[in-house]
């Protein structure tokens, strides 16, 4: 039976190493399907998730990942990539679908001015935040920004590293989902951002314009694989109450 959330979450350890078992790839792929219900900047879904289960792709993987521990034993593993170049596409295919929903005949003058609202939304307001030019745009686009800031509330994040940073807000949230769903079915994670993210992208082939967000060993946990306690700094340095 799966764990309820909060088991599931307190059950997720970094998992530094798996015993030789090997996990379910269909419930590992069932896990990176809650990843995939994650919320993402914009309905935008600039993520891909790669899944590896073949062993030479997984050694290869092992010594792009510096040869870690989590790494050298996972069972599989799951690249978390930010795909922020992918956004005309899927501002398309959210047209596609708002057309698809609101293709009624007798559409209420409120809905009709959603649709409106929406696909606007995504024909105009988005080209135009993601459209750039080696990131010189992004940045006049930040300058003029800040200007109109001083006399009223603006959304500021426009250059080139703050949409990155969008892109990859949203893959890490994923691959949060992903790793409480793996915990709440007794499968062990350990999130790495210690790889070379040039040679993953080699061993993967994935193109040019995608980012790694985290790779993810998977596994069963051996009982030596958490490395300690878990260390918190204390909550209420970190609540703020207002
Ligand atoms: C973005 C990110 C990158 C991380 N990279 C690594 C890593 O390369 N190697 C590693 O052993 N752990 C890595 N970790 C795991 C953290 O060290 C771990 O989450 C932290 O120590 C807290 O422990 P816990 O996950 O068991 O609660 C990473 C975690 C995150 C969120």
Redesign the pocket.
């Known amino acids: 039976m799966e764990k309820t959330v909060t088991k599931a979450i307190t059950y997720r ?2 998992v ?1 190493k798996y015993i030789e078992i090997p996990i379910d790839s269909d419930k590992v792929k069932q896990c990176l399907e809650n990843a995939a219900l994650a919320p993402t900047s914009s309905n935008l879904q600039l993520w891909e998730f790669y899944h590896v289960t073949e062993k030479e792709t997984l050694n290869k993987l092992a010594v792009a990942c510096m040869n ?1 521990n ?1 790494a050298k034993t996972a069972q599989q593993m799951v690249v978390i990539v930010a795909r922020r170049d992918l956004w005309r596409k899927h501002a398309r295919e959210n047209v596609n679908y708002l057309n698809k929903v609101y293709d009624k005949p007798d559409l209420s003058e409120k809905l009709a001015k959603r649709k409106k609202l929406f696909l606007s939304y995504y024909q105009k307001l988005i080209p135009f935040l993601y459209t750039d030019v080696l990131g010189v745009l992004g940045y006049l686009k930040y300058l003029v920004f800040q200007l109109i800031g001083l006399f009223r509330p603006v959304y500021r994040q426009t250059r080139l590293s703050d949409m990155r940073i969008v892109a990859h807000k949203s893959a890490a949230l994923a691959a949060q989902n992903f790793m409480i769903s793996m915990a709440a079915i007794g499968y062990d994670t ?5 790889s070379d993210t040039l040679r993953v992208k080699k061993i993967l082939q994935i193109s040019g314009g995608a980012e790694i967000t ?1 790779v993810i060993a998977c596994g069963i946990r051996d009982e030596t694989g958490v490395y300690g306690p ?1 260390f918190r700094v204390p909550f209420e340095q970190v609540y703020h109450i207002i």
Do not use: K, Y
């Open positions: 350890r970094s530094r870690q989590a350990c999130p790495m951002e210690g985290m878990r």
